[in-house]
């Protein structure tokens, strides 16, 4: 249990499928919050490039487009969770997936005094989630997403952040998109149930412009314009 001085942790998810823009959008947001970005897919392709255990057993899932098992996922991110960054707070994305992940997450922010603040679900129609995710490119250095078509860097081929080269994903091949796609939209759907019935679920048009995505997560979490810190 949390002691009764400890400051209330702010926590929101990012919700939508493969391609709605989670990761574009999820560096602002969690910087005008002020708490850290934390991303299962990040810590997942981290973990694979360092061939830790984790990263081996991961693996074998991602490249087919599956999720990777309950348990391993759960336990990773309660691990980056007790991380002191994020004592006052995270922005998921990624997470939760399914509802087990969901009541698991529900579960371990209750032992600390807290719950879930807001989910915000970014709705895109399949069929733009599949145009979107042929067309990706993101930086090999940190992540940061580009697009060919709608949003591509100054230079081509290199991060307009860090200089880094940019490389398209493993799981962005075809067939590996269409299996994210039937595999992951349906267990999302019980994730919005789970939050709707919690009170906590907002949706925002992912159609839009990017820009324009960022001012309307921004206002569902009531900090309109404010500048980031
Ligand atoms: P993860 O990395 O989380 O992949 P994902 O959910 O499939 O989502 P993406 O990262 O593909 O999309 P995004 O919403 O971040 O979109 P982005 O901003 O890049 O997970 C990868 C794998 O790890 C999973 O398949 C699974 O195996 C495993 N995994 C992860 N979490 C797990 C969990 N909880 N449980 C079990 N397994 C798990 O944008 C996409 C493109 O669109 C970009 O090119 C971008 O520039 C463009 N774009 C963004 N916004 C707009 C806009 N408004 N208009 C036009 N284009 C836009
Ligand atoms: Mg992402």
């Known amino acids: 249990m949390t002691p009764a001085d400890a400051r209330p942790m702010k926590v929101v998810v990012l919700l939508g499928g493969p391609g709605s823009g989670k990761g574009t959008q999820a560096p602002i947001i969690?910087?005008?919050?002020?708490?850290?970005?934390?991303?299962?897919g990040d810590l997942f392709r981290?973990?694979?490039?360092?061939?830790?255990?984790?990263?081996?057993e991961a693996r074998h899932y991602m490249e087919r487009g599956q999720l990777v098992p309950d348990d391993i996922t759960i336990a990773m991110?309660?691990?980056?969770?007790?991380?002191?960054?994020a004592a006052d707070g995270v922005l998921l994305d990624g997470f939760p997936r399914n509802r087990a992940q969901a009541e698991a997450l529900d579960v371990a922010l209750a032992e600390r005094g807290a719950a879930v603040a807001s989910t915000l679900d970014i709705e895109v129609p399949a069929e733009e989630l599949v145009r979107r995710l042929s067309s990706r490119w993101v930086c090999s250095e940190a992540g940061h997403v580009y697009n060919a078509l709608t949003n591509p860097p100054r230079e081509a081929g290199r991060c307009d952040l860090d200089g880094s080269e940019l490389i398209q994903?493993?799981?962005?091949?075809p067939e590996t998109v269409r299996a994210r796609m039937a595999l992951t939209l349906s267990s999302l759907a019980d994730v919005a149930e789970h939050y709707r019935t919690l009170g906590v679920l907002r949706a925002v048009d992912g159609q839009q412009s990017i820009d324009q995505v960022t001012q309307d997560l921004l206002a569902e979490l009531a900090i309109g314009d404010a500048p980031a810190g």
């Open 169 to 173: 994903r493993e799981d962005d091949q």
């Open 77 to 85: 991110l309660l691990d980056r969770l007790s991380a002191d960054d």
């Open 46 to 56: 981290a973990a694979v490039r360092d061939g830790s255990p984790v990263g081996l």
């Open 30 to 40: 969690a910087k005008h919050l002020g708490v850290p970005h934390v991303a299962t």
